[in-house]
T-cell receptor, first 114, second 114 residues
């Protein structure tokens, strides 16, 4: 079964500091990987996705993630945190080949300290 | 254009009552997904429609949960004889195709069963 593990349910960074949110996946076949962001009382918004093209994926709001097969990781980074980045971030996985169920991690709540 | 909309946004039900949650997907989106998000957790898959066909209902937690999309657009998630453990946010998402495509999420319906 596919799964993702997000390390750290809460992460705090200072404004202007590097953001690093960790995600590891479990899969026996090549995965599709996603990062979503959720602001309070809102639905999820896609930040970026990996679908077997370039391993370094750039997304919206200055975020990027790198697919590392050897480490089964897809960590999310942003060079400089902004107050507006405070939200909950979800890593998710599915697989190629028609419809496949998307499985989400439990989320990481990012706090940005001024 | 309009995004995914859900109604009601908040629903309080007494234990044992039936509820119906509505999802209006983005026009032209073939795929529609329902997720359940418990407090402090990531979204968990409930069911998937491709047009009017319900292709996967493996995530529905019990036979009290029923979903339909009769004309391939609006979908309704019905929960019969609600229980306290049904309290959660119910998210609807739509996409152009299979799970490799971006899913666009609605704001969710927060169901509280008292």
């Amino acid at each position: 079964a596919q799964s993702v593990t997000q390390l750290g349910s809460h992460v705090s960074v200072s404004e202007g500091a590097l953001v690093l949110l960790r995600c590891n996946y479990s899969s026996s076949v090549p995965p599709y990987l996603f990062w979503y962001v959720q602001y309070p009382n809102q639905g999820l918004q896609l930040l970026l996705k990996y679908t077997s093209a370039a391993t370094l994926v750039k997304g919206i709001n200055g975020f990027e993630a790198e697919f590392k097969k050897s480490e089964t990781s897809f960590h999310l980074t942003k060079p400089s945190a902004h107050m507006s980045d405070a939200a909950e971030y979800f890593c998710a996985v599915s697989f190629s080949g028609g419809y496949q169920k998307v499985t989400f991690g439990i989320g990481t709540k990012l706090q940005v300290i001024p | 254009g309009a995004g995914v909309s859900q109604s009601p946004r908040y629903k309080v039900a007494k234990r044992g009552q039936d509820v119906a949650l509505r999802c209006d997907p983005i026009s032209g989106h073939v795929s529609l997904f329902w997720y359940q998000q418990a407090l402090g957790q990531g979204p968990e898959f409930l069911t998937y429609f491709q047009n009017e066909a319900q292709l996967d209902k493996s995530g529905l937690p019990s036979d009290r949960f029923f979903a339909e999309r009769p004309e391939g657009s609006v979908s309704t998630l019905k929960i019969q004889r609600t229980q306290q453990e049904d309290s959660a946010v119910y998210l609807c998402a739509s996409s152009l195709g299979d799970s490799s495509y971006e899913q666009y999420f609605g704001p969710g319906t927060r169901l509280t069963v008292t």
